[in-house]
Structure formats: C-alpha cells, structure tokens
C-alpha cells in the first residue's frame, strides 16, 4: 500500500515562502508521475504542479515563476517550494503520484496552506 506523508504547510504572511514536502513510502521510481493540487474552499481541486519520471515538470499559470517543484530519489521526496505567497495561494496542498499499470492515482493527506494579507 502506497503512502504518501505531506508536510510543510503553515500561516505566512504575503511575499514569504513555504516549502513542502511529500515522503512515500516507496521508491518514487514506481511512479509516472507525482505533484500537487490543492484546494480552496468553494474551490474545485487544481492541479499546482507536477514531475514525471523522467524530470519533466508542469506548471499552472497561477504559479509559474514563483513554485519550483522538485525530487531527491534517494529520500523518496517530492518537494514544492513556493516563493512570493500571494493570499490566493491558500489552500489545502494535497500531494498524488500517479502510476499507469493499472491506472490509478496516490493521495496524501492534504496539509494546510494559509497566506495573511
């Protein structure tokens, strides 16, 4: 069974930075893909950013040249950090890896993102 272990999440004032972190349990290897949606209340859940396999990154217009979304093999992590925090970046940060055979997607338990004006 698939875990994935987020942390990182926090209060910070706008223009701060935050840095999260998604731990799986194992190899990230196994996975096509891992990322980050998140979601606002009222919101519907977005995608944020994601990594494949072989390091090809995605981004949402919302967040490109400020979230930098990363992985460090060895300690099975995927990591976003996120920089000019704009209030409209709080949300809940959820982390997935996603793999293909049998299609099927990994959530983490979701870890709470708040930027104060």
């Known amino acids: 069974q698939v875990q994935l272990v987020e942390s990182g999440g926090g209060l910070v004032q706008a223009g701060g930075s935050l840095r999260l972190a998604c731990a799986a349990s194992?190899?990230?290897?196994?996975?096509?893909?891992m990322g980050w949606y998140r979601q606002a209340p009222g919101q519907q859940r977005e995608l944020v950013s994601s990594?494949?396999?072989?390091?090809?990154?995605n981004y949402a217009d919302s967040v490109k040249g400020r979230f930098t979304i990363s992985r460090d093999n060895a300690k099975n992590t995927v990591y976003l950090q996120m920089n000019s925090l704009e209030p409209e970046d709080t949300a809940v940060y959820y982390c997935y890896a996603a793999v293909l055979l049998p299609p099927n997607n990994y959530w983490g338990q979701g870890t709470q993102v708040t930027i104060s004006s």
């Open positions: 194992g190899s990230i290897f196994s996975f096509n893909a």
């Open positions: 990594i494949t396999k072989a390091g090809r990154t």
